[in-house]
């Protein structure tokens, strides 16, 4: 169509800089008007690189994961890269299913949230050789990339803010040990009544029915401490409907700070959901480009208390 051979089409397309941009203008117009779309196949065929990222998470309906999701695919659209979005269940098999599915479809790389249990999978992608990064959660013993949050001081902050309060009987609905950010909220030194650490279902709408025989068999408690916000909405409405006002007669605290318009305000463990989407993408990026010094990183952001927009102030030597 436009007079010149396939492989100066081919070369000006890819803006190869052995034409002029005279040229390369003249057959871009001619591609748009016959309304040509790349051979992402063929490409890879030739190059080896897809320009796909796969990202795995648990729950995208939980707004603390579409967050990240969103901006993870405008950060790596800003490269070059498309995304390819798999919800996990918070289930291992379905992980694997999806890591499986995303060597098939020739991704570059992997950034996932490992689902609890998920340690095979991750060893899994080892042997493959693929690039990936964990967000939000790790594996001890596993060398691998990883961007999380500060659960140690995250459990501490949020127990020692109940606790400066005047609360003894806090209940924890906690997620499952095999989780990371739920082993590790139970590690720096305050003691507890195991009695009043409960495992729960962390996948939204899941795991009302336990909480709600928790939460009613739990009466003497004064406040409860949950593991994400999106169940702390739920333990919100399951305490009203038990006739306990919130926070009058029960206190929540829950946690990843998510900015939701409710009638009660929820105090919560933040972090910052776009630092942590934007270092794994980093990370990721300096694999897939070869950067020196490209190892395996892991970083570890700060978390605080937050009440009413701001950070609480704690009573660190009670």
């Known amino acids: 169509a436009t007079g010149f051979s396939a492989n100066t089409v081919s070369r000006a397309l890819a803006d190869k800089p052995d034409f002029s941009e005279e040229t390369k203008a003249v057959i871009r117009e001619k591609a748009s008007q016959m309304g040509y779309i790349a051979n992402a196949l063929a490409s890879f065929l030739r190059s080896g690189v897809s320009r796909n990222i796969a990202i795995l ?3 995208i309906s939980n707004p603390h994961f579409s967050v990240m999701v969103k901006e993870m695919q405008t950060l790596l659209q800003r490269r070059g890269y498309n995304s390819i979005i798999f919800n996990t269940e918070e289930k291992a098999a379905v992980e694997k299913q999806a890591i499986t599915t995303s060597l098939s479809q020739n991704v570059d790389g992997i950034i996932l949230c490992p689902a609890p249990g ?4 991750i060893r899994f992608l080892q042997m ?3 690039p990936f990064v964990m967000i939000g959660r790790h594996f001890t013993g596993e060398d691998a990339s990883f961007v999380i949050c500060d ?13 400066d309060r005047g609360h003894k009987d806090i209940l924890f609905l906690n997620g499952p040990r095999g989780i990371s950010s739920s082993a590790e909220r139970l590690e720096k030194g305050i003691a507890y009544r195991s009695e009043l650490v ?3 279902p962390v996948t939204s709408r899941r795991g009302t029915e336990k909480m709600r025989d928790i939460l009613s068999q739990r009466a003497e408690c004064t406040a409860v401490l949950v593991f994400n916000d999106i169940l702390a909405w739920q333990v919100i409405c399951i305490l009203g409907e038990l006739g306990r006002k919130v926070p009058e007669q029960c206190s929540v605290v829950g946690f990843d700070n998510i900015k ?4 009660v305000h929820l105090t919560s463990v933040s972090s910052s959901k776009t630092t942590m989407a934007k270092r794994s993408v980093e990370i990721l990026l300096k694999k897939l480009e070869g950067q020196k010094g490209a190892g395996e990183e892991c ?7 937050v009440e009413g927009g701001t950070v609480a102030v704690l009573n660190e030597k009670r």
């Open 198 to 200: 409960q495992t729960v």
């Open 151 to 163: 659960d140690v001081h995250g459990g501490y902050a949020a127990a020692r803010y109940l606790l």
């Open 57 to 59: 998470v648990g729950d």
């Open 118 to 121: 998920g340690e095979e999978n």
């Open 299 to 305: 970083v570890v952001l700060e978390t605080d208390v």
């Open 128 to 130: 493959h050789g693929k």
């Open 260 to 263: 939701y318009p409710y009638p």
